[in-house]
């Protein structure tokens, strides 16, 4: 006579403890994933103050704003690193590339104003990089730039620090770090738009969908 071997299962506890192993796998994906955005909003935090603070300290070492200082001559006579560096205007304001070119300043002081504070010593980076190049990356892949026009509703012409491509979970946490958490007010400010769009319209509210280029005055 044939004999047959009884097929075995998984038992409802089994199932029960897989299903919990699964649960507290996936909760440890989502709590790292929160941690890693969470990171990169800090970077950008202090990156942000990291730029305020390099050019705070340039104004108070030459009395010049980074960007705008010059001649090239005196730039030259500060050492090796200053050998050729481009020299801005001496006007007393950061002569920036119109709107639609803030992300990409090839040959402006908002190009300059990058060297300047990296020859200096306090921002890293190297000095001898130009045009796209000179501009820092952000966190999330997008570049940071400098301007110094009327933007997203601001009555008068600021000096601020811009950052492209962040998505609009990361903008409203920095708004609300920074500033008053709202991105048509204050000193913080965003636009809808990804790929590094110029800062133009400020958004009405911000929006987990969305992707926004922010800027925040110095």
């Known amino acids: 006579m044939k004999s047959f071997k009884k ?3 998984f038992t409802l506890v089994e199932i029960a403890i897989v299903l919990v192993i699964v649960g507290l796998l996936l909760a440890g994906v989502l709590k790292g994933q929160e941690m890693i955005e969470n990171g990169r909003v800090k970077s ?3 990156d942000m103050n990291g730029i305020a603070a390099a050019q705070a300290s340039y104004l108070d070492r030459y009395k010049r704003i980074a960007g705008d200082d010059g001649d ?5 006579a500060r050492g090796q690193v200053w050998l050729a560096m481009a020299a801005g205007n001496v ?8 709107l639609a070119n ?3 300043p090839v040959g402006t002081e908002a190009e300059f104003f990058f060297r300047h504070l ?3 010593g306090f921002l890293s980076g190297n000095p001898a990089d130009v045009g796209v190049a000179a501009m820092p990356i952000n966190a999330w892949g997008g570049r940071t730039a400098i301007t110094n026009l009327v933007t997203q509703g601001r009555p008068v012409a600021r000096l601020q620090i811009c950052m492209g491509s962040v998505p609009g979970k ?5 708004d609300i770090q920074l500033d008053d958490g709202r991105p048509n007010a204050g000193d913080f400010r965003a636009t809808v738009g990804a790929n590094n769009i110029a800062p133009g319209a400020a958004a009405a509210a911000y929006s987990e969908d969305q992707t926004y280029t922010v800027c925040r005055n110095l």
């Open 7 to 9: 097929q075995a299962g």
């Open 44 to 46: 950008a935090v202090t």
């Open 72 to 76: 090239a001559v005196a730039l030259a």
């Open 91 to 98: 006007n007393g304001v950061l002569n920036g590339a119109a």
């Open 102 to 104: 803030t992300f990409n």
């Open 118 to 120: 990296r020859a200096s």
């Open 170 to 174: 990361a903008a409203a946490a920095l």
